[in-house]
Structure formats: structure tokens, C-alpha cells
């Protein structure tokens, strides 16, 4: 394999023949959403940039204003270091900050380039990408539920060659990193989508959707058997210089010896966790609601249980790991690294509030700075045990 090279990045969509099938307005179950909105930071009287985190030594001094930092203020802010990087053993893929979007909520970086300053993100972890288009599954793909909501999208995209020529150009353009997140439904799949990217001007990494179906195995996922994602991590791995993320399902009993298996392999950074799998109903309750039956669960509903597999993760791997899952506030951000992840990425909530995870991110400035800190590396890890917890083999720490 060739040597390791840091990446660095600067600052029409054809599907087929089935391209009319992509054109279905997905049907939405409407429900009152568990993620609302927010306009601004709040920030006390005096001026200083405030955030609720719970347990910050900032107090909360009342209704959010508009005030905005002094010269001062926005000079000792500017020198907070929120720099992560997620492959620091092959070659380097350095973020500005921890805060990421995630894939499928964030189109290709595009789609919000005139609503949100993609800019000043952490990096774009970009919509799932196939070798070959795909139009997805059937309509509704779509519903929410009380806590976040049921997406049942299939992976529809234009495929990998389309992405690079309608889009690697723009990438190359942007000072953002945007990652790819890859697909496939066999080994050979991943890594010829992996060798078309490597070398893509603008292209600065590769996420492995691992919780797809392998062919090869009578439709089991990668991501619940250990040896299938040691697997497809290695041959990806053998096959691009790209920094390579690797995304865990927590559709598993234990999902520490995958975890485990996957930075052997070679991967550069856990991403965790996917969706959870789910299901909703009719209204006259004769079928399932969505098209495709199943759907993933994301949203705030599933926050605890990504915090347990982040928690988990970071006492076996020692590769950096990347927080997912009902990121909706500071609070959430500041728990997910305090479990162990070095970044996170913000999906469903993105849908009600776009400019969310640009504002995370000063938000995590303004907490540091409050805090007395030069930088956020000192708020990873603080929840995690001194000592590693016993394998969940008989999954005895989940009883009640």
C-alpha cells in the first residue's frame, strides 16, 4: 500500500433510468416534534457569551438576547483551540472544530451552502454513495415519532461516479472537509467505491456505512458480525489512503469485540452510532406505515443508548471516536465527549433548525472559555471509569 498522506482540503445528478422514481415526495406522518428550534445563544446581560450546559459555571441569567460579544471578549474566544484530528496515526484529517453533520442530513454540503455557512463546520460527512445509483425504497420513507423520527431513505444517490463529477469540483473549493459516506452490499462494492474517491480533489475522508446487507452472507449486515466488519474495514483500508471512518451499529448484543475487530483492521476513527431499527404503524393499523416496513430510529429517543455504545467503545479502542446520536443542544455535545468521543455529529435535529451545529460550535468555544479553558481536549473522557468495564458477553449490565 502506498505511504499515508495528510489530507488537506481548500476552501448533472444522473440516477438511470428509474430517475422518475426519485422524484416521490416522501409522505410524512405529522406528530409534535421532539426537537424544537433555537434562534440564538443566550448570553447574560453583561455581554458575555453564555450556554446552558447544565452543569456550567456560567448561570443562566434569563430570555435570550441578541447582545454579542465585546472586542475583548471575541479576541479571547478566537484563542480557543477546538482543533480535532480524526486520523492522527495515517497522515492526519484535521477538523476546525468537533462539530459534524451527519449522512443523509445534510445532502452533499450544497444543498444548505445558501442557508448555513458550511464553512464554519467541523466537516460534512456527506449523503450515503453507492458504486451504482440507486432510487431508494418505495414511499413513505418518512415518519416522525415522540422522540426524533423513522427514516426509511434506501440510499438513494446518483452513485459514486456522478457525486465525483458533479461535486468533488465544488468540495475542492471549500475550506470544510467533507467526508464521503460509503455503502455497498458486498466487499467488492466498498472498496471500488473507495478506489474511485482516493485521490478526489476534495475529498478528505471515507465513512463505511457497515450496516448494510452482504450478499455474500444471505443478507446479514457487516456491522453486527465481528468477522464481516474486520473484513470490509481491511479490504477498504488496502484500498485507499483516504482517512477512514468506520460507522458501528448499535443493533447488537455487544458491540465492543466489532469495535475492536474494526480498528485492527486498520480504520482511522469510530463513528457511533447508526440508526436503531424500528418500526411505525398505519393509521388503521392494517400495515406498517413505511414502504419498506423497517425504518432507522434517530433523534433524541436514541441518545442514551448512543452515549452507552460511546462509553463502551472508548475503553476498548484507542483510535478517536465520533459522538452520533439526538444531538440537539450543548448539553448533548458536552455528554457525548464526556463518554469519550472526540467530535460529534448532529443529524435529525438539523432537519428543524439548520443552523444548529454552526451555533454548537461557538457555543463549545463560549463553554471553554467560561470554563478557564484553552482548548475542548480537557472535556473528553471525564465520565469514563478508571478502569475498564467488564465484557458484556451475558449483557448483564443492561438489567435493570
Known sequence: MKAKRTVITFGDMRVGKDSDRSKRTPTVRKVKSAI?????????GAGRPRVETGGSAVADLGAPTAVRPTLAEQAALDKI????????????????????????????????????????????????TTLRPRAGNPPPRVTETPGGMLNSIGLQNPGVDAVIEKYG?????????????????????????????????????????????????????????????????????RATDLPLLVKLSPNVADVRPIAKAIEEAGADAITAI?????????????????????????????KPVALRVVYEVAQVVSIPIVGIGGVTSLADVLDF????????????????????PVRLGDELRAECLARGLSSCAPLVGTALPK??????AKGAEYRP
Open 36 to 44: 424544537v428550534p433555537v434562534d440564538r445563544i443566550k448570553v447574560p
Open 169 to 237: 469540483p465544488l468540495w475542492q473549493g471549500w475550506k470544510v472537509p467533507v467526508i464521503v459516506n460509503i455503502a455497498g452490499e458486498s466487499i467488492e462494492d466498498y472498496v471500488e467505491v473507495a478506489r474511485r474517491l482516493d485521490g478526489v480533489p476534495g475529498v478528505a475522508g471515507i465513512e463505511l456505512n457497515i450496516s448494510c446487507p452482504n450478499v455474500g452472507k444471505g443478507g446479514l449486515q457487516f456491522a453486527i458480525d465481528r468477522d464481516a466488519a474486520r473484513a470490509v474495514t481491511a479490504a477498504v483500508r
Open 337 to 356: 465527549m464526556a463518554c469519550g468521543a472526540v467530535a460529534v455529529q448532529v443529524g435529525t435535529a438539523i432537519f428543524a433548525d439548520p443552523e444548529l
Open 274 to 302: 447508526n440508526t436503531l431499527s424500528g418500526l411505525a404503524v398505519s393509521a388503521d393499523r392494517t400495515r406498517a406505515f413505511l414502504g419498506n416496513t423497517y425504518g432507522g430510529l434517530s433523534g433524541p429517543a436514541i
Open 81 to 128: 483551540d477546538l482543533s480535532v484530528d480524526l486520523a492522527p496515526e495515517h497522515g492526519g484529517l484535521m477538523l476546525a472544530n468537533p462539530i459534524m453533520v451527519a449522512s443523509g442530513t445534510f445532502g452533499y454540503g450544497v444543498e444548505y451552502d445558501e442557508v448555513v455557512d458550511v464553512q464554519r463546520l467541523g466537516a460534512i460527512c456527506c449523503k450515503g
Open 387 to 392: 478502569r475498564a468495564g467488564a465484557p458484556s
